[in-house]
């Protein structure tokens, strides 16, 4: 632990030169720090260049508690996990947690090396009824996970998030499935998506095919309030929070779609809770 300490206060050091190592997580001007960190990135080494530098969204709310959630370049998104009683405290703290990814996604640890894949491929193994065989079959999950880490190989976690996120909402979506039964290999369907950012037309796509879903057998209120609950306990669990809000943002795209079209029944009472579900803390 002591030595992350080090490595964390060599990287602020490095990254923001002119700040207290010591001070940083403590300084209320959380926000502006996490600029300037990413702002710094980008003229170091041009990362995501094309993108642009830190965004943050506040959830509609009449009153307490709030909730602020902040994407970087790359993806990657955060939200405050502690009670906050004002927007701008929700915001300091997902900046604050925000930050401290971002901090610890400098270490060594946490670049895609051989060493960094063999452990990831094992814990996947644990964590699934796969085996280390399953590794080298790029049709199975483990494989495909194990194909998509060695195609980024010398990246971040971080700059990995979105290719991650739209593999998981694949996989997710039913797509990954539909996909196999046309004859196409789960390393094609990356390196087809590798090129490709997670923007409002493939969510687009997505929740046409939710609604298609809907149209057969009816579940989609269930599975978004699923997808609320997951946001919310990753959120205060200080986790990343990109695949959980994807998929809340595409269900609720793909019910709001339903409910618009003048050949569907109108919704009943328990559709009509929406509005509560969605700002659900």
């Known amino acids: ?40 990135k980008q003229q ?55 930050l401290i990814n971002s901090l610890f996604n400098e270490l060594p640890s946490r670049r895609i090396t051989k060493e960094f894949i063999m452990e990831s491929v094992q ?21 495909a996970y194990h194909y998509m880490l060695e195609s980024n190989m010398g990246k971040t976690m971080l700059e990995f998030q979105e290719l991650m996120t739209i593999f998981q ?9 539909a996909l196999r039964e046309t004859k196409c290999s789960r390393q094609e369907v990356i390196s087809y998506y590798s090129q490709y950012s997670l923007d409002e037309k493939m969510r687009s796509h997505m929740a046409l095919d939710w609604i298609m879903k809907e149209r057969e057998s009816p579940g989609i209120l269930s599975e978004l309030r699923m997808a609320l609950r997951e946001l919310e306990e990753a959120r205060k669990a200080g986790q990343e929070l990109r695949f959980y809000k994807e998929k809340k943002e595409i269900l609720s795209l793909a019910l709001t779609q339903i409910y618009s079209d003048p050949d569907t029944s109108s919704p009943s009472d328990d559709q009509l809770s929406l509005t509560a579900l969605c700002g659900y803390h």
């Open 123 to 143: 814990e996947a193994v644990a964590s699934t009824s796969g085996t280390l065989d399953d590794a080298d079959d790029p049709s199975t999950s483990i494989g």
């Open 169 to 177: 909402l694949l996989h997710w979506n039913g797509s990954l499935k």
């Open 1 to 40: 632990m002591d030595r992350t300490l080090e490595s964390l206060r060599h990287i602020i050091a490095q990254v923001l030169p002119h700040r207290d190592p010591a001070l940083v997580f403590k300084d209320l001007n959380v926000v502006s720090m996490l600029q300037e960190f990413w702002e710094s």
């Open 44 to 98: 170091q080494r041009a990362a995501f260049p094309s993108e642009g530098v830190v965004v943050y969204e506040s959830l509609p709310s009449p009153g307490p508690p709030f909730v602020s959630y902040v994407t970087l370049p790359g993806g990657s998104c955060f939200g405050n996990f502690q009670c906050c009683l004002s927007r701008a405290e929700a915001r300091r703290d997902a900046a604050k947690v925000a």
